[in-house]
């Protein structure tokens, strides 16, 4: 992948420049083949900040009472991006109402006159797929009670934003960029009437990259969930504009949906959110159960792994654990240390997490959120199992190198539950110490039984111990095992400081208990979520010990402490829920 400042990167911000200003020789679309209908979701609350003039992108909160949208200077490029994405036209949809749709009206009126004739940020392939999609999707609502003047504007920016991805969809990186650039070519040229002829080519194209960047697992090379569900979602969205028209979906395009919808459920939780790995968050509500649905695939994948990751589930609990070596080269741009780490879901509520992404706080935030210490597994000395490489110059992207290379796993049934067994090697080089961990959760989804184990394995890990020992005058390798919990969860120390009791907001009680000579204490942590102007405080369970001899072992369990079969409050919400 071409940094901005390399001189592949210039190039290709000059040809972005050079077609986009181009763009503006182009002929108007005349209209739509058909009624445009929205299928992207927005979020009532977003729209009603929006309205209130609190701009809040990318983890920044500007205010625009007293100067126009595009107005408002943005602080960093991750700002720019998501204003001139337009997917906060789903937001401002989600309310609805005139005031919003004025808003809407005046903002889109705006970008034109300044933008429109392929000036500004916003001409990279990936945000003028990703704007197109939502231009279109709203439509109806944007175009209401405009006069004739304004809809010229509309559809002759629209034509010239398509004919822009025709020209340039190849200079979108790989993976989610380039599925955005191609799904809009391929929306746009399916709905206006005078752009079929640009579709064909996109069609294929997508087809191509359908093929070549989805794998046999129904996976993305980055392993972040929220990617995956988004390209899942173009993918859906191309695929139905392509049915509208009457015309047939390409067989890669079709087996693609097919492959990630069952990867999607594994690492969808219990309470319907995704996983939070690698860079990906818990998807936006409603998006993930809205693409499975209008995929119509129903398949759920075998026993085994699903892009890397291994799930068990059981009654209502549902855990997810990173259990394959971290994405490499251009793909770890945004992945994590986290092999072996897991995340653990009762019902409606999220119990162990790990911290998330802290992108959109700011690159010291991002550089921690990476870090094995964010995560729910061990870890050695404060160090993480994968290093992040120096920046490229003048960059932010920092790559995951020096990281596991060997994960073997295995999931087997047990008599009454079933059981997780995986180890890495990401500590071998520095300690000489494998890490190795087994998961046990019973049949009934009531509690799980842990064991982490630190090990020398070959004569040269041994030697290689022996020496980290030494360093340290035998004093011991220092490990904490870290489960990191969800904000809404309320823990307290119990039992003279032998066990940690969880009370989540259903009303379950849990309780984590351990065996051996380590330290049990309950510590600070954060909970770093997208849409949030700073990180959530909450809290985290540590374990931690010395690695004395060429084998550590370390026993754990996590149970419900009373009989709670159904949560009752979460089913009173849900009555109240479907009520309104």
């Known amino acids: 992948m071409s940094s901005p400042y390399t001189s ?35 979020s009532h609350a977003r729209g ?82 990703r704007r197109v999609i939502r231009w279109i999707n709203h439509a109806l609502f944007l175009l209401r009670g405009q006069d004739r003047a304004a809809s ?46 640009l579709a064909d080519p996109a069609i294929r194209a997508l087809a191509r990259e359908c093929k070549v960047q989805i794998d046999d697992e129904g996976g993305l090379p980055t392993r972040n969930p929220e990617e995956l569900l988004e390209v899942f979602t173009l993918l859906t969205w191309a695929a139905a504009a392509l049915g509208e028209a009457g015309r047939g979906v390409p067989a890669e395009h079709v087996a693609a949906i097919a492959r990630i919808a069952p990867t999607l459920r594994t690492l969808r939780h219990s309470d319907g959110q995704l996983a939070r790995f690698h860079g ?9 159960d809205h693409a499975l649905a209008a995929s119509h695939v129903t398949e759920r994948h075998a026993d085994g792994l699903a892009m890397g990751f291994a799930r068990l589930s059981a009654g209502r609990t549902s855990i997810v654990i990173d259990a394959s070596p971290p994405p490499e080269g251009p793909n770890s741009f945004n992945a994590h240390a986290s ?35 964010s995560h729910s597994t061990l870890c050695l000395e404060g160090y993480s199992s994968a290093r992040l490489a120096d920046a490229e110059r003048g960059s932010h992207r920092e790559a995951l190198v020096e990281g596991p290379g060997k994960v073997p796993i295995e999931i087997s049934d047990l008599s009454d539950g079933m059981r997780f067994q995986g180890g890495h090697d990401g500590y071998v080089r520095s300690f000489g110490l494998t ?118 072992r370390v026993r754990w369990s996590l149970s419900k402490a009373q009989d709670t079969a159904l949560a009752v409050r979460d089913l009173a919400e849900m009555v109240v829920d479907y009520d309104e």
């Open 8 to 42: 592949d990167g210039r190039w290709t911000r000059f040809l972005n420049r050079f077609y986009a200003r181009l763009s503006a020789r182009r002929r108007a679309a005349t209209g739509f083949v058909s009624q445009p209908e929205p299928r992207t979701i927005g």
């Open 48 to 129: 009603r900040q929006l309205m209130a003039g609190n701009l809040l992108f990318a983890g920044y909160l500007a205010e625009a009472s007293d100067r126009g949208f595009w107005e408002v200077r943005a602080p960093d490029a991750g700002y720019d991006d998501e204003r001139h994405g337009f997917a906060w036209l789903d937001d401002l949809a989600a309310v609805g109402d005139a005031a919003a749709r004025a808003k809407a009206q005046t903002w889109l009126r705006d970008w034109i006159r300044l933008h429109g004739d392929g000036r500004g940020p916003g001409w990279t392939p990936d945000l003028a797929g």
């Open 152 to 197: 010229g504007a509309f559809y002759r920016s629209l034509a010239r934003q398509t004919w822009f991805l025709s020209r340039r969809w190849q200079g979108a990186a790989p993976g989610l960029p380039r599925f955005e650039a191609l799904s809009g070519l391929v929306y746009a040229g399916m709905a206006l009437q005078g752009m079929e002829e």
């Open 280 to 288: 990906g968050g818990k998807g936006l509500e409603g998006r993930l």
């Open 339 to 373: 092999t072996l780490a897991f995340e653990l879901t009762s019902g409606r509520r999220p119990v162990i997490v790990n911290c998330g992404s802290g992108a959109s706080f700011g690159a010291e935030w991002r550089r921690a959120g990476r870090a094995t210490p």
């Open 435 to 552: 890490h190795a961990r087994t998961l046990d959760l019973s049949f009934d989804g009531r509690g799980l039984a842990g064991e982490d184990m630190l090990l020398a394995l070959e004569e040269a890990d041994k030697r290689r111990f022996d020496k980290a020992m030494d360093q340290v005058k035998l004093a011991g390798i220092g490990f904490d095992i870290r489960l990191h919990l969800h904000p809404d969860v309320d823990a307290a120390v119990d039992l003279g400081g032998a066990a940690v009791s969880l009370a989540l907001k259903s009303g379950e009680i849990w309780v984590f208990r351990h065996e051996g000579a380590q330290d049990l204490a309950l510590e600070p942590s954060v909970y770093l979520e997208k849409g949030r102007l700073k990180p959530r405080a909450s809290q985290q369970i540590v374990l931690s010990g010395r690695a004395m001899d060429y084998a550590t």
